[in-house]
């Protein structure tokens, strides 16, 4: 298999991927689903009660406008930053070894985030506050704090006399497991096609609309070379102007304009949430499927000797 990378930014990436199957491709696919491990916040500790009065005499409670389990939710999607050199699986950590799980935890596998936001005072102006996951301070390295595009996710309001304070715990997990855990989400794929011209008088009517593609290109015969149009782009971009024009798309005598399927080709698309790039992603999810059929061989091996 080869992959060019057709477009990508920091959460976004579209491949090609060649001289392969429907098979691998989806194996791939299904791989970024379930298997590729990242950080996700498992379990979160309220801290209740009621604060000692401040100086201008006021008391704050321990409530909010949500209950502690959906504001738990809304943390455990929270992307959180992963390392994969720095941590372990909870279950691989040596320090776990011999304690019940609800006892497990060590810097090699977890990462606390502790949060602490107080509503307004009866003077202030504003009736509420609103507590976002860029409150959440990191108890350890900088580069584990709230990556900054998801700084604005909101968790829960506070209203006067109320705060909000607790200690949320992230560690390694896959998405087979929970959601939470899943990497990336809207991964499709679909086969490269190329845009071939088939009648030049009937897609003659077509042409004289002068429509824009790509970078202010026009759709005319002459982006059409002997083997027609092969840019994914632009292929996209000429399939929808035919939508625009016909009903049947891509039937000669309608639009003089045909899309063939390319063998062994596939485009392939996802988006993260932030927690790794797209490229590790992609990187990662190959070698969780190399150790799947690798152990796969081993276990032949010893089947059949």
Same mark, same amino acid.
């Given at each position: 298999?080869?992959?060019?990378?057709?477009?990508?930014?920091?959460?976004?990436?579209?491949?090609?991927?060649?001289?392969?199957?429907?098979?691998?491709?989806?194996?791939?696919?299904?791989?970024?689903?379930?298997?590729?491990?990242?950080?996700?916040?498992?379990?979160?500790? $309220?801290?209740?009660?009621?604060? #000692?009065?401040?100086?201008?005499?006021?008391? $704050?409670?321990?409530?909010?406008?949500?209950?502690?389990?959906?504001? @738990?939710?809304?943390?455990?999607?929270?992307?959180? +930053?992963?390392?994969?050199? =720095? $941590?372990?699986?909870?279950?691989?950590?040596?320090?776990?070894?011999?304690?019940?799980?609800?006892?497990?935890?060590?810097? @090699?596998?977890?990462?606390? %985030?502790? *949060?602490?936001?107080?509503?307004?005072?009866?003077?202030?102006?504003?009736?509420?506050?609103?507590?976002?996951?860029?409150?959440?301070?990191? /108890?350890?390295?900088?580069?584990?704090?709230?990556?900054?595009? *998801?700084?604005?996710?909101?968790?829960? /309001?506070?209203?006067?006399?109320?705060?909000? &304070?607790?200690?949320?715990?992230?560690?390694?997990?896959?998405?087979?497991?929970? @959601?939470?855990?899943?990497?990336?989400?809207?991964?499709?794929? %679909?086969?490269?096609?190329?845009?071939?011209?088939?009648?030049?008088?009937? @897609?003659?009517?077509?042409?004289?609309?002068?429509?824009?593609?790509?970078? =202010?290109?026009? /759709?005319?015969?002459?982006?059409?070379?002997?083997?027609?149009?092969?840019?994914? =782009?632009?292929?996209?971009?000429?399939?929808?102007?035919?939508?625009?024009?016909?009903?049947?798309?891509?039937?000669?005598?309608?639009?003089?304009? !045909? $899309?063939?399927?390319?063998?062994? #080709?596939?485009?392939?698309?996802? #988006? !993260?949430?932030?927690?790794?790039? +797209?490229?590790?992603?992609?990187?990662?999810? *190959?070698? &969780?499927?190399?150790?799947?059929?690798?152990?796969?061989?081993?276990?032949?091996?010893?089947?059949?000797?």
């Amino acid at each position: 298999m080869k992959v060019k990378i057709i477009s990508q930014n920091e959460r976004d990436i579209k491949l090609l991927l060649s001289e392969t199957t429907v098979s691998n491709v989806n194996s791939i696919r299904r791989s970024i689903m379930t298997d590729v491990p990242k950080m996700a916040i498992s379990k979160v500790r $309220f801290e209740m009660g009621v604060k #000692e009065p401040d100086s201008n005499g006021e008391r $704050f409670e321990s409530l909010s406008a949500l209950p502690d389990e959906v504001i @738990a939710h809304r943390l455990a999607l929270i992307p959180i +930053p992963t390392y994969f050199e =720095d $941590f372990v699986f909870p279950e691989d950590d040596p320090a776990n070894q011999g304690l019940p799980e609800d006892k497990w935890g060590s810097p @090699a596998s977890r990462i606390i %985030y502790h *949060c602490s936001v107080q509503g307004p005072g009866k003077e202030d102006e504003d009736e509420f506050k609103v507590v976002y996951a860029g409150d959440l301070n990191v /108890l350890g390295d900088s580069k584990l704090e709230i990556p900054e595009h *998801c700084k604005e996710i909101p968790i829960t /309001l506070l209203s006067k006399g109320q705060y909000i &304070e607790f200690y949320a715990y992230a560690s390694l997990g896959r998405g087979n497991e929970h @959601a939470k855990w899943a990497p990336a989400a809207g991964i499709g794929y %679909y086969k490269n096609t190329k845009a071939v011209l088939d009648d030049k008088k009937v @897609a003659k009517e077509i042409f004289n609309l002068k429509i824009k593609l790509n970078d =202010d290109q026009i /759709l005319n015969e002459k982006i059409f070379g002997k083997d027609g149009v092969t840019d994914i =782009d632009t292929v996209e971009a000429i399939r929808k102007a035919v939508l625009h024009i016909e009903k049947n798309v891509g039937s000669v005598g309608e639009s003089g304009i !045909t $899309f063939e399927e390319i063998p062994g #080709e596939f485009v392939f698309h996802y #988006e !993260t949430d932030g927690a790794l790039s +797209p490229v590790e992603v992609f990187n990662r999810a *190959c070698e &969780e499927l190399k150790m799947k059929f690798d152990s796969i061989n081993e276990q032949l091996e010893i089947a059949l000797s």
